[in-house]
């Protein structure tokens, strides 16, 4: 059986004995040799070709008092721009929002019609998103945020 | 209070980490409730990234021009930009349909906004359509709705793209 975690301090490969941290390795691969590939969590070595983060997802809550604990929708008239207000991202680097909606579809074969979503995302603080609905109907828009990693343009 | 963290012996003969959700059991979550599950074979690791870019039309190196090392793979990337979703083109008598405006073609080593080619429906009801080309330049729609503007990406160490969708990088 391989040596799936390591936690502690580090092996030549994870970067020296003089760096600590935390490492898990894939299934079937050996976190004290394998290479950086083969990690499914990198707490890294600090240098330019390792990982910035974990992408993880935040739900977020429009209501004071009410956890994080899921996701969130808001709708907007079509042709309307709406700030959606969000709050507990108050992260130094800011956030990013990731945004969602769904499609439908009408009737069968050559006569199939879509109907979806499009939308302008105008600008983003921690505290809230500005967008624009420009579907030709009101439409209920699910997002999350993501922290920003860095205050630099490439990371 | 729930069990957050499980590490060690997760099942007969198998070992490693599972961290559940707030108000989860991790000794008995299924795996949609795990916030890291080392059963996995990938994550979303982020390797590179941009911020608040206006590319246009134009490519971004997410290597950086050599600073950073290549995966040795086409990753999956995440995006998020200004302008998204459906765009309709007239296309003198016909009315084409795309699905998603925010599209872009990923390298070992840049992301591209691409102009997909829509198509229409031939025989035998399949679609068809050109391959998608580099920059945003649908007919009829003004480049501050097209392009890519205010663009955050994230490279995550998993690979995504024909050819390594294999052993060799999810063995």
Redesign the interface.
Known sequence: ?AN??LIGKGTSQRGGTDKFGMW?S???KNVLTCSD?E????TDKGG??D??????AQSVSVTSGV?N?TGTTGSISSGATATVSFLNFNWSFGI????G?T?TTSGT??NTE?S???????SFTTSGVNITN??AQAETLSFSV?P???N???? | MANRVL?GQLAS?V???KVSK??INALTAATKDL??D????????????????TLNDAA?N?L?TG???S??YIPLV?F????????EVDDIDTSL?G?E?SSWKTTTSTVTPVTCQTGG?VSG?QLEGGLPTNGRGYDGISSA?ENAI?V?Y?V??IPCAFGYMNNT?F?
């Open positions: 059986m799936r975690v898990v894939r299934p079937g590939d990690l499914i969590m990198d330019s070709s990982i910035k983060g974990f992408l993880q956890a604990a990013i929002p990731i945004f909606a499609y074969g050559t879509v979806g979503a499009s939308w302008t995302i105008n420009n579907s993501i920003k990693f860095s630099v343009a490439r990371f | 590490l003969g070992h490693g980490l707030p108000g916030l890291f080392s059963t996995s074979v990938r994550t979303g690791m982020v390797y590179a990234g941009g911020q608040d870019l971004d997410y950086t600073s950073k090392a995966l040795g995440i998020s930009e200004k302008n998204n979703g459906q765009i349909y699905s405006i429906v009801n709705n205010n955050n994230f995550l160490r990088y063995g």
